[in-house]
């Protein structure tokens, strides 16, 4: 690892080998994924269909550029349009979260730019959010440890405490909020799907526009298409990434303010070429059917019911559980508790995520099987003792 610049903290093993949410390293030990690579690997590692898909893809075109069409990316398009309930809505193609985010922040801006008197610039996000690393995400991002060193940033954002202190930070350059439904790296936080509704309504009455960041949240995480679905709203833009893909980067806007952007506002190299695009036509083919048949519903609860478990078993050092869906965390009494439990969990072969500031994380692929529930739960009991 000489050679690799010192930004993450890194476990020390090489996983060789991967089978739906198991994991194998170089000398062939088992482990057992809840993390799907932060949210990524929705569909399980060595999925065959996916796979096959890259692969049959790979061997024809992997990537021409955005001046032709690209009729995987057309077709990933009008899905995503139909799914999330946006109407007459379009989709812009990138290659990860922070990038989406980017997008989604400059349509604002323009929208701002083009409609009314004065500009109107402005973007409320929320305290404890986490939207991406690139300097106008960061600074999207409201948690003060991450600005520092990186300054200065763009200006017109706004934090504001909780949902209700929204209003209190609204003004007559304000744009847009931007905030997740579900705090990820915050913690695994849901918000009140009654006052997120009452903001959306408000938002709309105010011509402020609603940006929700589905990156972790989207592609059915939560139990529904997006959180959007689950929380019964209709947000101007929605951006994805993690889970569209099954692994192959890919991010995507997708806004009902379709004819803001114009040729030469916006591009991206990379973005929604052959390749990801014909892996996320796969990935959401895959994740419909297990939606449709009531397995990831049953594979929810299931994960639900061994969460509950943890926490009566052991009240002394776990509070409760959160989230929705597969996306799910343990709240301990303290973050000593919760940090000793992810290194023993590392140990015993089941990997999970740290989340916020006392929160074990849970975010595995979407397609486990029981018997990968059942043996990572016995792990992490035997962790947890
Ligand atoms: C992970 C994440 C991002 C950043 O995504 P990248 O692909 O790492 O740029 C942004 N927003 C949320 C909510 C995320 O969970």
Redesign the pocket.
């Known amino acids: 690892m000489q050679y690799l610049l010192n930004t993450y903290a890194r476990f020390d093993v090489e996983f060789v080998r991967g089978e739906s949410a198991t994991l194998w390293d170089k000398d062939n030990n088992e482990y057992i994924d809840f993390t799907s690579g932060?949210?990524v690997v929705s569909v399980g590692h060595g999925n065959v269909r996916l796979s096959n898909a890259i692969c049959e893809q790979a061997r024809n075109i992997i990537h021409i550029s955005n001046l032709y069409r690209i009729p995987p990316q057309e077709k990933l398009a009008e899905i995503l349009v139909k799914k999330s309930g946006l109407e007459n809505g379009g989709v812009f193609f990138c290659n990860?979260?922070?990038?989406a985010?980017e997008t989604a922040l400059k349509i604002a801006r323009k929208y701002g730019e083009i409609n009314g008197e004065i500009k109107r610039y402005k973007v409320i996000t929320l305290e404890n959010?986490?939207?991406?690393?690139?300097i106008s995400?960061l600074k999207a991002t409201g948690q003060p440890k991450f600005h520092q060193y990186f300054g200065p940033f763009p200006d017109g954002f706004t934090y504001a405490k909780n949902i209700e202190d929204i209003y209190n930070k609204i003004d007559d350059k304000t744009i847009a909020v931007m905030i997740?439904l579900i705090q990820?790296?915050g913690g695994v936080n849901p918000f009140d799907i009654r006052e997120i509704q009452k903001l959306s309504a408000e938002l709309k009455k105010r011509d402020i526009l609603l940006i929700v960041?589905?990156?972790?949240?989207g592609i059915y995480r939560t139990g529904e298409f997006l959180a959007s679905n689950l929380y019964k709203i209709n947000p101007d833009i929605v951006?994805l990434?993690?889970g569209l893909g099954g692994g192959v980067p890919i991010?995507a806007v997708i806004t009902t303010l379709s004819d803001v952007l114009k040729p030469g506002d916006h591009g991206s190299t990379f973005g929604g070429n052959y390749l990801s695009t014909r892996a996320g036509l796969e990935v959401i083919k895959i994740l419909d059917e297990y939606y449709e048949s009531g397995m990831l519903k049953e594979t929810t609860e299931y994960f639900e019911n061994r969460l509950l478990e943890i926490v009566k078993e052991f009240p002394d050092k776990f509070e409760s559980v959160s989230g929705f869906g597969l996306m799910r965390a343990l709240r301990a009494h303290s973050v000593e508790v919760r940090d000793e439990v992810v290194k023993k969990a590392f140990e015993n072969r089941v990997l999970v995520l740290k989340a916020g500031e006392k929160s074990v994380r849970f975010l595995p692929p979407l397609t486990i099987t029981k018997e990968e529930i059942d043996e990572g739960f016995d792990r992490l009991k035997e962790s947890i003792k």
């Open positions: 932060i949210g990860s979260g922070a990038e985010n959010s986490f939207h991406g690393r690139t995400t997740e990820g790296e960041d589905e990156v972790q949240t951006t990434a993690k991010g």
